[in-house]
């Protein structure tokens, strides 16, 4: 533990004299940071229960804290409460009184705020309008010396960990902290966040909060082993090279010669209290990350001064090293998780979306983020009789037979509407079907089948929420048809149809109750949000919509429910207007094919008249149909849709990672990566805009170029 500082000592010092004077429970001392937002919490004494009641900071404006409120308003804050109030962290477990009092300058400005709790009071009436007065004064006079002292120092962050002090003995006025409390009082609140941290960076990042200033280190380096070798999986305070040199230094030297290999793993908590070395680092400790016996990696940790280890320092720092060794285990099995999740889930929807001139198609699938395998699913359907048909449903639950369900009720619906059946019968006899197949679980979808001639659609819904239509710009809703119940609810259900206009231009949306419902945004809430981005829309790209509609629940960081969207466009059949459009495929791994790619594209530009791009779009094209051949390892599909002002062009693979921009190599190593990011620079640098997007189980690579002027050309 680093020495209190002149200030921290100042506050030290009064606040255990109060809290000896006063007969309370704990005292805290608590100061504002430089954000102006924040109270943290720098010093507290008490008994050994204060680590479990003190929160190491929260909130100047949250009212439930009484020391916001002191030091909010300049005025003591006094409460007497039975239980905590809901919301505030952590809670004390027992009656308890509390008095906050602010620490008011000479400027009237509040430099903190003094808390004191007294735990089960008893007759609190007869004592608090002198122990209230007592306080105030004892601020007062706490305040006076920290201004002789020159003040407090501005604090850009928290600590993470008050310093904990002993309570005053008696006969005794020397100073002593007890640093196994501030040491046990830091792995608790590591645990308790390491709780709540589902994915690996999620870990690193509180082990970064968590260890680094509250042990005082410089600098964190996380090494996992991965089939036999380690790998390095966060560091923080140093670069990669020297964070794997310090998670591999097991014989005590960090010299930039030194080999590193797998070699063997830490297997015992090493502690080097001096290193020679020109680097940074003056002393580091390794600490093996283990469970169940079996060494998994690596935390080192690095400070830039000899240092001596004390037996309570070492003993924390093993258990915090086990806490982390165990939150990295679960959060690797849960990524694990994920990934087949989302590969299970990505291998049920549909491959490619069909293409039409007449409409423009865009849709979105994503995953919950907590690892779950979901029901939802879209899907677009050429039928017989020349119709487009949109589905989307969604299976209740998140677990395997979810997907399976999906799985199974989407062949159905393919297998009805390629007969020719109406919406209306289709989910009637794929309703039955479930009931023949003994699925156990209910499913919402609707059906719309878009009839291009007509210009109107035929929709039928088995429970699910209804489309929205409009044109962009404008005011969407939903049609008013028939509100079937659930596919599986029972066997002998007749569904039925609603016809409603679809003129040339509007758009279709349909979504899954994933889009507008979370656990922090109501179903009524999402659904507002939806129609007021659809409104704003105005003339936005399907891609970019559908983008800012996963916008409304959540993000890919945190997401508590997959969510689909399918989003159409009738183009319009009219001269002039229907759209023109083409495509050609590329088999797997036939690089020698990107040579008839490009007279597809040298045809296609001299019939729709565009010779004027046609050198940028040979260009642009064969840069990303080469690399989707290299690095996708799929059959490849270029699409082009002609717009009045621009020809758009969509590349497709089965690869769903999204593709990356050229990496600056440090070392200068070839990476398997690097040509595919040069082509995306060329890309950039031809097109008017460009971009990514789900398509199917893979990815679609995308780029417009703009029509040149009369006096470009």
Not at 158 to 169: H, K, M, N, V
């Amino acid at each position: 533990m680093t020495a209190l500082d002149t200030g921290d000592r100042i506050l030290a010092a009064g606040l255990r004299q109060t809290v000896h004077e006063l007969q309370a429970t704990t005292g805290t001392a608590m100061v504002p940071l430089d954000d102006g937002q924040t109270l943290a919490n720098v010093v507290v004494v008490g008994d050994p229960l204060s680590i479990f009641t003190v929160a190491d900071h929260h909130p100047v404006n949250d009212d439930r804290y009484t020391g916001a409120v002191a030091y909010r308003t300049g005025r003591q804050c006094v409460r007497v409460l039975g239980e905590t109030p809901s919301g505030v962290r952590p809670a004390i477990p027992f009656p308890y009184a509390i008095v906050a009092t602010p620490l008011v300058g000479h400027d009237g400005q509040s430099l903190g705020v003094i808390v004191l709790v007294w735990a089960d009071p008893v007759e609190w009436a007869a004592i608090s309008a002198r122990v209230q007065n007592r306080c105030a004064i004892l601020a007062e006079e706490l305040a006076r010396t920290l201004h002789l002292r020159g003040g407090l120092p501005l604090r850009t962050h928290s600590p993470g960990a008050p310093r904990f002090i002993l309570p005053l003995p008696a006969g005794q006025d020397v100073l002593h902290e007890s640093a196994s409390l501030s040491l046990v009082y830091q792995i608790t609140r590591f645990a308790a966040q390491l709780s709540q941290a589902p994915s690996l960076r999620d870990v690193v990042e509180t082990a970064i909060a968590r260890i680094m200033e509250p042990f005082g280190a410089q600098c964190l380096a996380i090494s996992v082993i991965d089939e036999g070798r380690p790998r390095l999986l966060g560091y923080s305070g140093v670069g990669p090279a020297l964070a794997v040199r310090l998670t591999s230094a097991s014989t005590g030297t960090l010299e930039e010669g030194t080999a590193i290999g797998p070699g063997p793993s830490v297997d015992r908590p090493l502690f080097f209290e001096t290193v020679e070395t020109d680097g940074p680092i003056a002393a580091y400790c390794l600490l093996p990350l283990t469970i169940d016996d079996h060494e998994t990696g690596t935390l080192a940790l690095g400070f830039d001064h000899p240092r001596d280890f004390r037996a309570e320092e070492r003993a924390a720092l093993a258990t915090v090293a086990q806490l982390l060794a165990q939150s990295i285990g679960r959060a690797r099995q849960f990524e694990t998780e994920r990934r087949m999740a989302q590969a299970l889930q990505q291998g049920l929807l549909p491959h490619a979306l069909p293409h039409h001139g007449e409409v423009d198609v865009a849709a979105r699938y994503v995953t919950s983020t907590i690892g779950a395998v979901g029901g939802d699913w879209y899907d677009v359907v050429n039928l017989p009789d020349g119709r487009v048909g949109l589905v989307i449903g969604d299976v209740e639950g998140h677990t395997s037979r979810a997907a399976a369900t999906m799985g199974q009720i989407r062949s159905a619906i393919r297998a009805y509407a390629a007969e020719g059946h109406r919406p209306a019968d289709v989910l009637t006899r794929t309703n039955r079907l479930l009931a023949d197949l003994g699925a156990d679980l209910l499913a919402t979808c609707c059906c719309v089948w878009l009839d291009l001639e007509a210009e109107a659609a035929e929709i039928s819904s088995a429970g699910h929420l209804a489309p929205l239509l409009g044109r962009p710009g404008d005011r969407f809703a939903a049609p008013e048809l028939p509100q079937g119940i659930p596919l599986g609810v029972q066997p002998d259900t007749c569904y039925t149809s609603a016809q409603t206009p679809v003129p040339e231009g509007t758009i279709l949306v349909l979504y899954t109750d994933g889009l507008v419902r979370s656990h922090s945004v109501r179903l009524d809430d999402g659904i507002a949000e939806l129609h007021a981005r659809l409104a704003a829309s105005g003339g936005s790209r399907l891609e970019v919509l559908a983008d800012g509609l996963l916008e409304i629940t959540g993000t890919d960081n945190r997401r508590d429910d997959d969510a689909a969207v399918l989003i159409a466009q009738f183009v319009g059949l009219h001269a002039g207007r229907r759209q023109r459009v083409g495509r050609t495929f590329v088999q797997r791994h036939d690089l020698r094919a990107v040579g008839d790619v490009r007279r597809f594209l040298r045809e296609q530009a001299r019939k729709w008249n565009w010779e004027a791009v046609s050198s940028d779009l040979e260009l642009a094209v064969t840069e990303l149909v080469t690399n989707a051949l290299v690095h996708a390892h799929s059959e490849v599909e270029v699409r082009l849709r002609e717009y009045t002002d621009r020809l758009r062009v969509d590349v497709r693979d089965s690869d769903p990672r999204p593709p990356l921009t050229a990496p600056v190599l440090a070392s200068g190593e070839a990476d398997n990566e690097s040509e595919h990011g040069r082509g995306l620079l060329i890309v950039d640098a031809l097109a008017s805009s460009w971009g990514n997007s789900p398509s199917g189980r893979g990815k679609s690579v995308w780029f417009e170029l703009s029509r040149p002027s009369a006096s470009d050309e």
